[in-house]
């Protein structure tokens, strides 16, 4: 796992060696974190190009793997990020033609792959999860690379004649060439998703390069966009074309096919382990670990001083059971509040899933033993692991029993009457029958009867603000989440509710949250469970075994069945959070309040000050729980504080 940029100069704009170096420098230490083992700046002064790498060292530790690194017949120079777990039968290919390979890294058989075979035959032999930059110097073409599913990122952007690229949109804000400007459009679709939907960022002209595709760049010309992989075509095949089998033969493959997965990712010249939180996915990552393994298991996991947030003795219970050598941090909420101001640098663009802080918290505490860690990211996405997916599907059933212009009605008797006017009503209940916030719940029910279809709920559950309700004037972009053409292509709902959070949910917030957060400590997490073949058997899957009896994710436990007891396992499911609410009101209310003030977000001119404040107020009184919306606007306020 490293940091990877470098840029294309303006050809219209001189640019002398020193500085393409100085520029490429500043590039370089901005990604340090990502990776302390190694530096390495390229330079091609006529071609006007600069390729940069910080490396922190995984397999082949010894300079033979420094980057940017040559082909051996000179032609091609490689930026690499990531890890390549197919490269070994690979490099016995080459080797068979009489190659003598330098040193064993992934980077040098990818490299030497391209050189014979070409870029594109090269990368539909990858197994793993990679962000490459390439230079052609005989055709001066760069091309960029990100993995499948997006585990590793790679922003670019175009600005005139110069083209720039980065891990990281700090690493890009380095070039003199560059002035960020806000895209108002972004900040939107922000508050709604509480991240910035692909392939939009926080900057005008600045993108992401989705997951699976390649850009091309010729000199002097406008960058070419191609899918080697379509998440789309692959749902959509496994949908058409499910398996025909029985329950125990589905198991077996599910089974197989992971405990290869999961080897090919224990491969690493560094001390490896895994993160552990009691739960489905990463109980079966260790388990199949623990399985392969002869020697223990090194797991990790951290627990909180509030019960309903501690999922550690879950955790300690399955490593007990498994044998591993655990180690586990309670956090206290000082300790957990101390990460706060290291967000906004962390997150280069606004970024407000609150689990950012504890996944940040397992990784620097995972970091001090070993290097890299294994994690169950992918599991609800791949087998329907998300409470919303049936809750959806419930919800709209009944509601759709009703007339629409009935429900609508209803709704506006339920909203005729303040949130306050119902928790007064309540009030007056006896004690047995109060309920917290009731006004607040009766509300958004009002809010779900007035919805249109399925499709128009799912959007409500995985959104925070209605732009429209804080951003006057501004459009939010909007894309796939209203794409008419994947109900079309999805008519079950389930399928279209995995596929939108299999190319939305997972690579621009989940996948983002770790990299960052373990990357800010140069540790380097593997996402078993996103192999693309997992992906790939995982949509090919009948319904019958992905949700069975109310029991979601029931293939998937039954491998892990297989490996730790049933009752070890079987619990609700609980997210990676913390008490957000409650520190807002208590320890983080200071900051939050300057944030949140009306001369600062009147300075800004992005939102509603009337309608944050009123919210900020609610959430102080207790009259609601606006911890998530909340987070949204301070993590924005953080960020531009910080980059704005």
Known sequence: MCGIAGFIADPAHRTSADQLRSTANAMDLSLQHRGPDDSGVWIDADAGVALVHRRLSIVDLSPAGHQPMHSADGRFVISYNGEVYSHLPIRTEIEATGHRFRGHSDTEVMLESVARYGIRATVDRLIG???????????????????????????????????????????????????????????????????????????????????????????????????????????????????????????????????????????????????????????????????????????????????????????????????TDHTELTVTSREALEVVPKLAEMFDEPFADSSQIPTYLVSAMTRKHVTVAL????????????????????????????????????????????????????????????????????????????????????????????????MHGVSETRGLLWDGSVRTDFPDLLDRMQFLDLVTYLPDDILTKVDRASMAVALEARVPLLDHRVVELAWRLPRSVKIRGGVSKWLLRQVLYRHVPKALVERPKMGFGVPLGEWLRGPLREWAENLLSEKRLGENGFFDVAVIRRHWIEHLSRKRNWQYLLWDVLMFEAWRERWG
């Open 129 to 323: 999860m990679f962000a490459i930059a390439i230079w052609d110097k005989r055709e001066r073409t760069l091309t960029l690379i990100r993995d499948r599913l997006g585990i590793k990122p790679i922003y670019w952007a175009k600005i005139g004649g110069l083209f720039m690229f980065g891990s990281e949109l700090k690493a890009l804000r380095q070039h003199p060439g560059w002035t960020p400007r806000i895209k108002p459009e972004a900040v939107a679709s922000f508050m709604r998703h509480n991240y910035i939907p692909a392939p939009n960022t926080i900057y005008q002209d600045v993108y992401k390069l989705e997951p699976g595709t390649i850009l091309t760049l010729a000199f002097g010309r406008e960058p070419q966009l191609q899918r080697f992989w379509d998440a789309r075509q692959v749902a959509l095949d496994g949908t058409r074309n499910p398996l025909d089998a029985d329950d125990a033969t589905l198991i077996d493959r599910l089974e197989d096919i992971l405990v290869d997965a999961v080897g090919k990712r224990m491969m690493a010249d560094v001390p490896l382990g895994a993160f552990l939180s009691g739960g489905i996915d990463s109980s079966t990552v260790v388990a199949l670990m623990k399985a392969a393994n002869a020697g223990p298991v090194k797991t990790y996991s951290i627990g909180f001083e509030q019960p309903e947030f501690n999922e550690a003795p879950h955790a300690a219970a399955i490593a007990r059971h498994l044998g």
């Open 375 to 470: 994690s169950g990211d992918g599991g609800d996405e791949l087998f329907s692991g998300y409470n919303r997916y049936q809750l959806t599907e419930r919800s709209w059933r009944m509601l759709s029993l009703v007339p629409e212009l009935a429900r609508k009605a209803f709704a506006a008797g339920l909203t005729s009457m303040s949130a306050e006017r119902w928790n007064a009503i309540f009030g007056v209940l006896p004690r047995n029958l109060h309920r917290p916030q009731p006004g607040d719940k009766i509300h958004k029910v009002a809010s779900v009867l007035r919805l249109n279809d399925a499709d128009d709920l799912y959007r409500r559950l995985v959104s925070h603000w209605e732009p429209s309700q804080v």
